[in-house]
């Protein structure tokens, strides 16, 4: 139902950035929180940033400073700059949505809670080297 798509990664000199961008489609109620996430080889996955509904944000303390998440609701993306990249930052990134969905439910429980799915990109290759 929903997908999300990343796109921006590349190869980077250390020092360089990148933007990474995420594009949610497809059907769902609300979006609430988005994140991005790193995975490199043989390390499990990491929480790099997350932005709420609301505009609140909160980063890794390896990445602050460095990075700033931002979201548009009217596009329904996600978005990471990534300034002073080190070799450190090589990565899979992967977009991350917490989404909202109507409860199926709600024709006969009309103030039923929404139901909560996790929807995830597919990965977007980070390359930090000289």
């Known amino acids: 139902q929903v997908r999300l798509v990343e796109s921006g990664g590349g190869l980077v000199q250390p020092g360089g950035s990148l933007r990474l961008s995420c594009a949610a489609s497809g059907t769902f109620f609300r979006i609430s929180a988005m994140a991005w996430y790193r995975q490199a080889p043989g390390k499990q996955r990491e929480l790099v940033a997350s932005i709420s509904e609301d505009g609140r944000t909160n980063y890794v303390e390896n990445v602050e400073g460095r990075f700033t998440i931002s979201r548009d609701d009217e596009k329904n993306t996600v978005t990471l700059q990534m300034n002073s990249l080190g070799p450190e930052d090589t990565a899979v990134y992967l977009c991350?949505?917490?989404?909202?969905?109507?409860?199926?439910?709600?024709?006969?429980?009309?103030?039923?809670?929404?139901?909560?799915?996790?929807?995830w990109g597919q990965g977007t290759q980070v390359t930090v080297s000289s």
């Open positions: 991350h949505a917490d989404i909202l969905q109507k409860s199926p439910y709600i024709k006969v429980i009309p103030n039923a809670p929404v139901v909560r799915e996790d929807a």
